[in-house]
């Protein structure tokens, strides 16, 4: 990685996330849930990551280890040019008002006895940035900014329709204008119809205010939509990462591959030119992910070597990093 | 083509404490032999209670008021719900796939036990024959060990393998027509592709009808032959798959269609466009069209005449709309 750092918003390096398996009385560790098991990446300013794979792969995990809701295991992550991965809770507040977070579920992410002025203006107040009318105003401001209407903060969230919850969620995320929003799948809860608003929302909302996203989601057309880079995740690790582009033109990886020639196209007559790679087999457990690389097992291109050794992220030129041993 | 299954003006309402919600409401469709046909929808448009209207499987408060499901020459909305003629059909030459497989399954009965109860009852085997026949079923959907693996329980199979169970019990007494509602809405991606080829290919193979009821357009266009698409209890445009992706005449179609990302679409070059406003609330519809709020091709007529009925407008396509949307600019 040659960038200059000063353009970096965020970046990963090694990053491993396990969760213990404890059992019995003495509560002693059994094994452990290797749900990242050592990624690197990084995100430019202004611009939007696309994090895809499918459930259980740990994209939702990397998202909050960035907003420091876990600690993780090991390696660090560097934010606006300091590591962040072993601070302590006190150094942590003023550094999360500088991230926010829109969470997947819009009924399951708001409180149902708050307003929604008070959803969005709790940021504002646990950071002491506004208080009495400046607290209204900028409630108010921020309601406008997601297309709601300001009359509407004395509501609770179940008068809300699904995507009208989301846009609160989206107000609360961006109150104490954070420069980095981790988006975990803020879309997929919502009707079709619907997705696309909030989709539109978030772009209009990056292009006003200079923001860097993190766009987490399974779907890839959605994600391949909104992001300029996409980094695809497999069991732990990351197998591919290039410009959202080159991703769809030039898939290297084989799972990346299948991931593609699995979405279907709303489009009949481009549907029967496509080939259909059908992955046999399903994703291994986490807990004892197979040796070498982890896609091996499901792989038509493996070797006896890809049962042995771990494919390195490797740069194939244009910043299309891969790994594989076989490409 | 024969046709299997022809559904007119199906009415199912369900009387609730706010009122009366038409959640069907004069649905028709019709299914040939051997065709796959998707009914598409967003959550809440009634494809799902249409279908289980069509089984039977309406439960109070709701009440099918009016309709004609013909099946085999027969009504079988005459046929009591419970009664004998509807159970032979139901679950034998009508089968249905559910969306979520842990909680279509019994999950304190073995795989085994659930699977040859269906056998048992409708073809009359013996519980040695039904047993060997089930793990016949599971190899065809691809289980793999199934004799090994045919007395577990539903919790010790994941997700995927769970949906091939189900795909096995509807495919088990070679059903003339296999309702899937929401197959793979519960499933990751790959998991989806493997279930959707697999269920194409044993509709092929056995030569029976499969209705895929789903809100994912891109499943619907690349295994539907024709397209059904339903908006607040009806039908507002049909027709061969192709043309409706192509060439969609009805501005809901025409509004899911703007609305959605497509893989390999360069970033920027299209915006989406989303339909403003919401689905509506189906309790005390107005009698005006339902999707007149949202609509972007609204004109006077719109406004003061009834929800139009579907009108032909050639080449087997129909739509309910007053407005003539022709070919895409």
């Given amino acids: 990685m040659n960038t200059p750092d000063d353009n970096i918003m965020v970046e990963v390096k090694n990053l491993k996330m396990y969760f213990p398996i404890v059992r019995g009385l003495l509560r002693h560790k059994v094994a452990d849930v290797k749900a990242i098991d050592d990624i690197s990446f990084y995100i430019k300013k202004h611009e939007t990551l ?61 409180n149902p006895r708050q307003t929604a002025g008070s959803i969005v203006g709790d940021p504002l107040k646990v950071h002491n940035m506004a208080t009495g009318t400046e607290l209204e105003d900028r409630v108010a401001e921020l309601l406008r900014l997601v297309g709601l209407h300001p009359a509407m903060r004395n509501r609770v969230p179940h008068e809300f329709s699904g995507g009208q919850r989301q846009r609160i969620g989206v107000a609360r995320a961006l109150a104490c204008r954070p420069s980095l929003v981790i988006c975990d799948e803020p879309i997929s809860a919502l009707d079709v119809s619907i997705q696309a608003q909030i989709i539109n929302l978030l772009e209009e909302l990056q292009e006003k205010m200079g923001l860097t996203y993190l766009f987490i989601a399974h779907d890839l057309s959605v994600v391949q939509h909104i992001s300029d880079r996409v980094a695809v995740m497999y069991l732990g690790r990351i197998v591919e990462i290039t410009t959202s582009e080159e991703l769809y033109e030039n898939p290297l990886h084989p799972y990346t591959k299948a991931l593609l020639s699995a979405i279907p196209i709303p489009d009949p007559k481009l549907e029967k030119t496509r080939t259909r790679i059908v992955l046999k087999g399903e994703v291994p457990s986490p807990v004892n992910p197979p040796i070498g690389c982890h896609f091996h097992p499901r792989c038509n291109l493996a070797t006896d070597e890809c049962s042995q050794t771990r494919p390195p992220l490797r740069d194939v030129g244009g910043g299309h990093q891969v790994a594989c041993l076989r490409v | 083509m024969a046709v299997v299954l022809d559904v007119e003006n199906l009415k199912t309402y369900f009387h609730t404490e706010y009122g009366l919600v038409k959640a069907a409401d004069g649905v028709g469709f ?31 408060p709701g009440e099918i008021v009016e309709g ?139 030569n029976t009808s499969l209705v895929i009821v789903t809100h994912n357009l891109g499943v619907v266009a690349r295994y539907a032959q024709r397209i059904y698409v339903m908006y607040a209890g009806r039908i507002v445009e049909y027709g061969p798959a192709e043309d409706i992706f192509e060439n969609p005449r009805h501005p809901y179609t025409i509004g899911l269609l703007n609305s959605v990302p ?65 070919e895409k600019e």
């Fill in chain 1, 50 to 110: 696309g994090l895809v794979g499918e459930s259980g792969c740990g994209k939702t995990t990397t998202g909050r280890c960035i907003l420091r809701l876990y600690q993780p295991t090991s390696g660090s992550i560097i934010f606006e040019g300091k590591d962040i991965s072993t601070e302590g809770e006190g150094k942590l507040k003023p550094l999360r008002a500088n991230m926010g977070a829109i969470f997947q579920d819009p009924y399951g992410s708001l």
């Fill in chain 2, 262 to 326: 497509r893989l390999g679409e360069k970033r920027g070059a299209r915006k989406l466009i989303p339909i403003y406003g919401l689905p509506p609330n189906l309790i005390n519809m107005p009698p005006t069209c339902a999707f007149l709020p949202r609509c972007t091709y609204k004109t006077e007529k719109c406004e003061s005449e009834p929800w139009p009925d579907l009108r032909s407008v050639g080449d087997n396509r129909y739509v309910s709309c007053y407005v003539d949307i022709q």
């Fill in chain 2, 68 to 206: 004609k499901v013909m099946f085999e020459g027969k009504d079988i909305l005459d046929y009591e719900a419970n009664g004998l003629e509807m159970r032979a059909i139901r679950g034998s030459k009508m089968t249905m796939i559910f969306q979520e497989p842990m909680t279509s399954l019994n999950p304190v009965l073995t795989i085994c036990r659930q699977m040859t109860e269906i056998l048992e009852l409708h073809l009359n085997m013996d519980r040695h024959s039904a047993r060997e026949r089930s793990i016949e079923l599971l190899r065809m959907v691809g289980v793999p060990d199934a004799a090994g693996r045919i007395d577990d329980y539903p919790h010790q199979f994941s997700g995927g393998m769970r949906q091939r169970v189900m795909i096995a019990m509807a495919i088990s007494c070679n059903p003339m027509i296999i309702f899937a509602d929401e197959p793979t809405t519960a499933v990751d991606v790959t998991t989806q592709a493997q279930l959707l080829e697999l269920m194409k290919d044993l509709v092929t193979r056995l």
């Fill in chain 2, 30 to 60: 019709h299914v040939d032999q051997g065709e796959i046909i998707g009914l598409v929808g967003e959550s809440g448009c009634g494809k799902t209670v249409s279908i289980l209207s069509v089984m039977q499987l309406i439960q109070s």
